[in-house]
């Protein structure tokens, strides 16, 4: 037996062990004959003789293929329903040397995710994607999709599709052969020996094609749904090619180059650049070494009422982080409203490239009210730092792993002349606690944001004032409240 | 004696949901759904033990990752071998 060697075995590209569940974890979670094995198998073997898995970033859909990222050992991330050319766009855009693969069905692609698939294929974004049509919802049960046939009978087309009420099936490739940009578009079918073989072939190009950089490329592969077409595996080929193929007809529906664009390069600016901000203070007061400096991260949340200011302070705060240096990140999260209405941002300033701008667990947290105060401070490091705006915490208010220092920020800014600025006092009663930050940063940010205008001379001293005032309230309390 | 078949194909027991289609795809129809029942309550599919050319074409067709596994005889000295073959060390 020793005279035989492998040639054909589990590609490399899926995990050894699929860990969805406890049980039967060499199986996929797919039924017994369902096309999406096939795909899987033809796109893994594909990613693995062209040395692309470390490479590639694997972008599952909602549908049956949603578990996909259990089974692909590459990078993975799960979109939310038809937006996976939307994600994969961030993905290739961030990462333009990934492989960047979407693996939609018809439900995710053809209805509810239309736009984006046709937005990402008209900017000819680099990235494949897989689109399995099956002419039909599978996970849900078998509803009507936008490739069900005229005729065909789904949950919610029982006397079959009528053209005239739903309208005729979606033909996606001859949709987006009509753009401009797209390199490679094809349509195959997983029916018999041949065209599975088709597809392979297909499937080889469009990596190809992304590992060469090309351009946007589209392979739908025709595939059965034994149990929602309610046949038997067998049968299910048979019937995708009666009955899908005089539909659906294969072959090539675009193959040449990315069109040559005479556009200019995308200029490549820096925020503060593309503001129009001005710099050159600092950049020639603040040479980067704080992030030497700095060494430690210092990571934010801050919370309250929208109108406050919160992610104005945000900002700044990682302007500041940023003209000194450091690697920033400011994500904001807040309600539809423009005033009142919760608001919060997390701010991370850090020497490192940032993971991810999310922050869990705080060092510091500025709380404006009593609302944030108490939903967030749980979260604050032990050890942390809390600025509260209030001259006291409110009653029953408890918390021992982080220290609290209430500042009366509203009230110290309505005595400096605006309640606008109590933001400004927070940061100063923040700068007073670190050392990554700096008054001179500070007021050139604001400045910046502040322009030119007239009326700004006076608005930015308020600014100034009440930076310096939340600096002196600090030493003032120089006995923190609760320890 | 007859010469040994140019290949041969295992199916993990354990992967086989039964869905027959290797079986249907075969060429020289050297595979089989079992008339046991497996202990997940299908019947897989197992190799007749000749026949085989090592073809491939049921490890295309079968839908589940690991199951089927493909082998070809040995090929002669110096001959090429792709990147798959390479991985894959020679059949215990």
Not at chain 1, 322 to 342: C, D, H, I, K, T
Not at chain 2, 15 to 20: L, M, Q
Not at chain 2, 25 to 32: G, I, W
């Amino acid at each position: 037996m020793s005279d035989y060697q492998v040639t054909h075995s589990k590609s490399q590209v899926f995990y050894d062990v699929f860990e969805r569940k406890p049980e039967l974890q060499h199986q996929t979670h797919y039924c017994p004959g369902c096309g999406h094995g096939v795909a899987h198998k033809l796109v893994a073997e594909a990613i693995e003789d062209m040395g692309l898995q470390d490479k590639t970033i694997f972008v599952s859909p909602v549908g049956c293929s949603v578990f996909a990222y259990y089974y692909f050992d590459t990078g993975n991330v799960q979109a939310a329903h038809g937006r996976t050319p939307a994600v994969a766009t961030g993905l290739k855009r961030a990462c333009p040397e990934s492989i960047v693969i979407g693996y939609q069905g018809d439900g995710d692609l053809a209805a509810i995710g239309t736009a984006e698939i046709l937005h990402a294929a008209n900017r000819g974004e680099k990235i494949a994607i897989f689109f399995i049509n099956n002419a039909i919802y599978g996970m849900t049960g078998g509803q009507m999709a936008p490739t069900t046939l005229v005729g065909q009978t789904s949950t919610t087309s029982p006397f079959g599709r009528r053209a005239g009420n739903e309208g005729y099936p979606l033909h996606v490739c001859e949709l987006l052969a009509t753009l401009e940009a797209p390199v490679y578009i094809e349509r195959v079918a997983l029916f018999d020996n041949k065209n599975t073989m088709r597809a392979r072939k297909a499937v080889r190009k469009a990596l190809e094609l992304q590992k060469n950089g090309a351009g946007f490329t589209l392979v739908e592969i025709l595939s059965p749904c034994p149990t929602i077409w309610k046949m038997d595996p067998i049968d299910a080929r048979h019937w995708i090619e009666k009955n899908m193929l005089p539909v659906f007809p294969l072959g090539v529906f675009r193959d040449r180059p990315a069109p040559q664009l005479a556009d200019n390069p995308v200029p490549h600016h820096t925020l503060t650049e593309a503001l129009g901000l001005d710099t050159t203070e600092a950049e020639t007061s603040e040479p980067k070494q704080a992030s030497k400096a700095a060494g430690n991260n210092l990571t934010l949340k801050m919370a309250g009422f929208g109108g406050q200011g919160i992610l104005l302070l945000g900002q700044i705060v990682a302007e500041m982080g940023m003209r000194a240096g450091l690697e920033v990140s400011w994500l904001p999260s807040y309600g539809p409203e423009m005033r009142s209405g919760s608001a919060h941002c997390h701010v991370c300033l850090a020497a490192e490239r940032i993971g991810s701008p999310l922050i869990s667990h705080p060092d510091v947290l500025i709380a404006m009210n009593e609302i944030s105060l108490r939903k967030f401070a749980p979260q604050v490091k032990a050890g942390g730092l809390i600025l509260y705006n209030r001259s006291e915490l409110p009653e029953g208010f408890e918390l021992p792993q982080a220290r609290v220092v209430c500042v009366p920020a509203s009230d110290i800014a309505d005595q400096i002349g605006t309640a606008k600025v109590a933001n400004t006092v927070m940061l100063g009663a923040l700068m007073s606690e670190t050392e990554l930050l700096t008054e001179e940063s500070a007021m050139s940010v604001v400045q910046s944001i502040l322009g030119a205008k007239a009326k700004s001379a006076s608005v930015l001293e308020m600014n100034r004032r009440a930076l310096q005032a939340g600096r002196q309230f600090m030493h003032k309390a120089a006995t923190p409240v609760q320890s | 004696m007859a010469s040994p078949a140019r290949g041969k194909v295992t199916i993990d027991v354990n992967e086989c949901k039964g869905c027959g289609l290797c079986v249907e795809a075969c060429p020289p129809k050297c595979l089989e759904l079992e008339t046991e029942l497996s202990a997940y309550g299908v019947h897989p599919a197992h190799y007749l033990g000749e026949d085989c050319t090592g073809c491939g074409i049921c490890f295309y067709t079968c839908p589940e990752p690991g199951a089927i596994t493909v082998y070809k005889m040995a090929p002669p000295p110096k001959a090429t071998l792709t990147t798959t073959e390479e991985r894959n060390a020679p059949a215990h």
